[in-house]
């Protein structure tokens, strides 16, 4: 069975002091650790690196996962992250 997360993310330039925060919603494997959310968060294109890359880490049920991923599809500023990640 997987687990389910809600990760409250830091997007910005880091030295430029600015930053844009955004929820996202993680399926992982069912043994992972906060410790692997973590890890993949910071992988994440256009993330802010180190302990300022995110506010919180929550797990949450799959019925918030789906509709976590519902409100991802419908972000304009996602998409536009995710898609200038996919042509560099």
């Not at 996202?24 to 906060?34: F, T, V």
């Not at 797990?59 to 918030?64: A, C, F, G, L, W």
Request: with cysteine; net charge positive.
């Amino acid at each position: 069975m997987a687990k389910y997360f809600r990760c409250e993310l830091n997007y910005g330039h880091q030295k430029s002091g600015k930053r844009l925060e955004s929820a996202r919603y993680l399926r992982m494997e069912s043994h992972a650790s906060y410790i692997d959310v973590m890890d993949t968060v910071m992988g994440m294109p256009g993330v802010k690196k180190g302990i300022k890359a995110f506010n919180e880490i929550v797990e949450i049920s799959k019925k918030e996962y789906i509709r976590g991923k519902k409100k991802e599809e419908e972000d304009i500023w996602l998409k536009q992250l995710k898609s200038f990640s996919k042509s560099h």
